[in-house]
């Protein structure tokens, strides 16, 4: 080895300590810069690819993670935390077989290993569930609306009942404020009115274009937030901050309102009881964790289960089903939750005419909706997530002259100041969720616009203290053992 490469060696590895210290402080965007200058120095060193692999999954970026983590196994393949690494990111995509596949080879590398065979065993639970699922499960085109076999009007309110009550079809107002305090002192409201809750929402929701047009009148307000993240004290701080929603006040939630944070079942009857008391008040986008998918690994089905009852699993992924995919302000203003497209030329009519009815697909319209990103190279590249696409300022401002916009406004990735503008001031993200799971230091924001102008008028705010309920609490347990 000659003195040149001993100093590239040892100055990596000085790199990699700075790194480690950084993911400890959770700074995971500046420890993925300083391991990639430790692999710019030294890209034969399957730990500074592991690690990187491992911030890459604590920003939920498992696309990149899955390609790193598959670099260390190709440097070394008998290091197991390359394969360790890699099935935690198949994981938290749900791609349980595909992370069966690497505990396996974890195990045979460490027989001995007590956390290895823990592990196995807990993600071979997970794939039999799995496939049993899908041995039991019925086709879109046989299934009956959960919904329409529910009639909330014979479920009986016990007399020893002492929440909030709903005198007949109506919510109001008193109920809805009445429902929030008894949520603020972590108790429950009836089945009944949560079944009436998300059942009148889903009727609401089915009339609704998957494209919808929101107008806001010369001299009205309208606020846009991003992702709240079963984050419900957050949420009545943005409420507190920003007054209740109301056909004054209005706002549009742009997507991810469930998982991860374990106050989940909270925050959606928040949000459908003022979709139900202010039908223009309050405006609901689908994001990628409105899916089955996702609420089975990250927590908002085993919170329903535990809160609500089983039966509400099948109802709330209907409701999710429901939900428009994105809505244009004005003409003017384009939000969606994830972003743009893999091909150009997309019009706004094509997004009118998605079946959203269903769990979103793995390609095409409907998912790179969902699931895109911003990059700040132009043109297209291929998702950091593993799914969707990130896409260039070009394709922004190619997508916005087409459709006769200015602006477009997404949500889906956590900002240091729950916002970024981008993309020339052409692309605003807003993330709504501060403090994302308790451990990211990050701001949360919304945007509120006013009429005529529109001009963008963002305010970020810090997380405010909740009770003492870890997020992630109702999630699998097998997904928990990576956090």
């Known amino acids: 080895m000659d003195a040149n490469s001993s100093l590239n060696e040892q100055k990596a590895e000085e790199l990699k300590l700075k790194a480690n210290d950084a993911f400890k402080a959770n700074k ?13 120095l030294n890209s034969s060193n399957a730990v500074y690819w592991a690690n990187r692999a491992f911030a890459h999954t604590k920003l939920e970026e498992y696309g990149s993670a899955v390609q790193d983590a598959s670099k260390s196994i190709e440097i070394d393949p008998r290091y197991s935390k390359g394969y360790y690494r890699r099935g935690a990111a198949y994981l938290a995509m749900g791609k349980f077989k595909e992370a069966l596949k690497d505990f396996q080879q974890v195990k045979r590398i460490s027989p001995n290993d007590p956390d290895a065979t823990r592990k196995l065993k807990e993600c071979e639970k997970a794939v039999q569930k799995i496939r049993f699922e899908e041995a039991i499960s019925v086709g879109d085109e046989e299934k009956r609306s959960v919904a329409d076999s529910i009639d909330y009007r014979i479920i009986e309110v016990e ?20 429902m929030l305090d008894e949520f603020e002192k972590q108790k429950c409201i009836h089945k009944r009115y949560a079944y009436q809750i998300v059942l009148q929402t889903v009727q609401l929701l089915r009339s609704v274009p998957s494209l919808v047009d929101v107008n806001v009148p010369d001299g009205s307000h309208f606020t846009v937030c991003g992702d709240v993240h079963g984050q419900y004290f957050d949420l009545l701080n943005i409420f507190k901050l920003n007054g209740l929603p109301s056909e004054e006040n209005p706002y549009l939630f742009n997507g991810d309102f469930v998982d991860r944070g374990s106050f989940s079942v909270e925050v959606i009857l928040t949000l459908f009881a003022f979709k139900c008391l202010y039908p223009t008040g309050m405006y609901l986008a689908r994001g990628n964790h409105e899916s089955k998918s996702m609420n089975k690994i990250y927590g908002f089905e085993g919170e329903v289960r535990s809160k609500l009852g089983e039966a509400f699993i099948e109802l709330f992924a209907e409701a999710f089903c429901c939900l428009p995919l994105g809505h244009v302000i004005n003409n003017k203003v384009f939000v969606v939750h994830g972003g743009l497209f893999s091909v150009d030329g997309v019009k706004l009519s094509d997004i009118r005419a998605i079946d959203r009815f269903r769990e979103p697909p793995e390609e095409g319209l409907m998912c790179e909706v969902l699931w895109s ?3 700040p190279q132009l043109g297209r590249g291929p998702s950091k997530r593993g799914v969707g696409l990130s896409f260039g300022a070009d394709v922004t401002k190619k997508f916005l002259q087409e459709n006769n916009l200015d602006l477009v ?24 969720a501060p403090n994302y799971c308790d451990q990211m230091g990050n701001k949360g924001a919304y945007i509120r616009f006013a009429a005529p102008e529109l001009k963008p008028n963002i305010s970020s705010f810090s997380a405010v203290p909740h009770p003492d309920v870890k997020p992630m609490a109702y999630a699998n347990n097998f997904l928990r053992m990576f956090q």
């Open 159 to 178: 007399p020893q009942y002492t929440g909030p009550r709903v005198d007949g079809d109506t919510i109001t107002l008193d109920f809805v404020k009445a």
């Open 28 to 40: 995971f965007s500046l420890a993925i810069e300083l391991y990639s200058q430790a692999i710019e």
């Open 373 to 375: 990103d911003p990059q």
């Open 409 to 432: 406004v997404r949500s889906h990735e956590v900002k240091d100041e729950g916002y970024e503008i981008e993309h020339d001031g052409k692309l605003i993200t807003v993330f709504s």
